[in-house]
């Protein structure tokens, strides 16, 4: 959908930067006002434009050094609704995907490991200890829902791409965030052998014991490809700004099983299952990262054209 891009620039530069502006083909309105800006200081050029026309005007914004020099800046946001007749037919056919700098203070909000973020971590290893010691499937998938952890893989793909620092943001994120969710399961898994509960799979509700385990501690063709195509869906997801749909995703991939298993078997003294968790959690973040390089570079060669400001 449209885009609001408020620009604001030293005086001597807003002129010709309006001419080279009004050139572009999506341009719903442009706006100039003189000497209002406070901090940076100078002139604020507002522009409408279609989603369609942005990654044009990002380049233009670029190699005129905008928002790269002091005494410049860039905001992004979407109105609510657009009325113009002239451009009715442009906005009712806009994309929706996002530049890669609203890409990155998505993922950012989503996966930046505060201490409520790693707490859902930790919360969520908790909850699908639990549910993988009754095989109460239910629980595990609630535990997906909960965590925030497909985003700070993205993040580490979108970052090589659009070749900013965010890579590095996102292996910090990804450390933290699993490392949350191990201490969860383990801490899970004492207060369950504390409480008499077999932590691993002994006990069966409405499915068979060891079930679940065995499941998500196992490797097919039929798992390595759910896992390409959830990450293919989840990056598409997050460069069209659809990132609550993530939660989708979340429950397709076995990232919170697979290491919840491997921080419960550890606990209990069974390695060999331990080292199995590990390698499907491995495989799993691996092959989201590559499904997401993949859209992210597709996004970069046929849409973007250009790397991260940030």
Excluded at 77 to 101: C, Y
Excluded at 130 to 139: E, F, R, S, Y
Excluded at 218 to 236: D, E, K, R
Aim: proline residues 5%; contains cysteine.
């Amino acid at each position: 959908m449209p885009r609001v891009v408020t620009v604001t620039v030293p005086p001597e530069r807003t002129d010709s930067l309006l001419q080279e502006i009004r050139d572009i083909e999506g341009i719903l309105g442009l706006r100039a006002q003189k000497g209002i800006s406070l901090q940076p200081p100078g002139d604020v050029i507002t522009v409408e434009i279609t989603n369609r026309s942005l990654p044009v005007l990002s380049c233009l914004l670029d190699e005129c050094g905008i928002g790269h020099t002091d005494g410049s800046s860039i905001t992004m946001s979407e109105p609510t609704s657009v009325v113009s007749s002239s451009s009715a037919s442009a906005v009712a056919q806009d994309t929706s995907e996002s530049t890669w700098e609203e890409t990155e203070v998505m993922i950012g909000k989503e996966s930046n490991m505060t201490a409520s973020a790693m707490w859902c971590m930790a919360i969520a290893g908790m909850i699908a200890a639990v549910g993988i010691a009754t095989n109460a499937l239910h629980l595990v998938i609630g535990a997906m829902v909960i965590a925030p952890g497909f985003e700070p893989i993205t993040r580490i793909s979108l970052g090589w791409v659009s070749r900013s620092h965010g890579w590095q943001r996102g292996i910090k994120a990804t450390a933290l965030g699993y490392l949350a969710m191990l201490a969860g399961a383990v801490v899970a898994t004492l207060l369950l052998r504390l409480f008499g509960t077999p932590p691993l799979g002994e006990k069966g509700s409405y499915l068979p014991p060891g079930t679940l385990i065995t499941y998500w501690t196992s490797v097919t063709p039929a798992s390595v490809l759910v896992t390409l195509m959830a990450g293919v869906a989840g990056a598409l997801l997050v460069v069209t700004r659809r990132s609550v749909l993530t939660a989708g995703v979340m429950i397709a991939l076995a990232l919170v099983p697979a290491i919840t298993i491997a921080g419960m078997a550890a606990v209990s003294g069974e390695m060999a299952l331990a080292g199995r968790g590990m390698m499907r959690w491995t495989l799993e973040a691996g092959a989201v990262a590559l499904a997401s390089w993949l859209v992210f570079a597709w996004q970069q060669d046929r849409i973007q054209k250009r790397p991260m400001r940030l």
